[in-house]
């Protein structure tokens, strides 16, 4: 599996929930694409969203968030952590 940090822009204003249900949606149907959602992070003023996962690739992550309904704008693989 490799890592991904995709980024979403024009979500100014979300919420903290409108975050987590974002996310949860994400979470309810990942393992169809065998893709892992980690964790989002949000900045509610310039509108970006940032999420972190686990996935065979960067189109079965996209896959996931149009069906959500908030594809991502960015896909960056991430190869490597610390």
Known sequence: MTTFM????????????QLRQAHAADTAIEAEEDVHF???????????VFCL?????AEAVQRIHERTGHPADVIHEVPLSV
């Open 6 to 17: 995709d980024v979403h822009h024009g979500m100014t204003g979300i919420t903290k929930e």
């Open 53 to 57: 996962s686990e996935a065979p690739s």
């Open 38 to 48: 980690q964790r989002a992070w949000a900045d509610p003023a310039s509108g970006t």
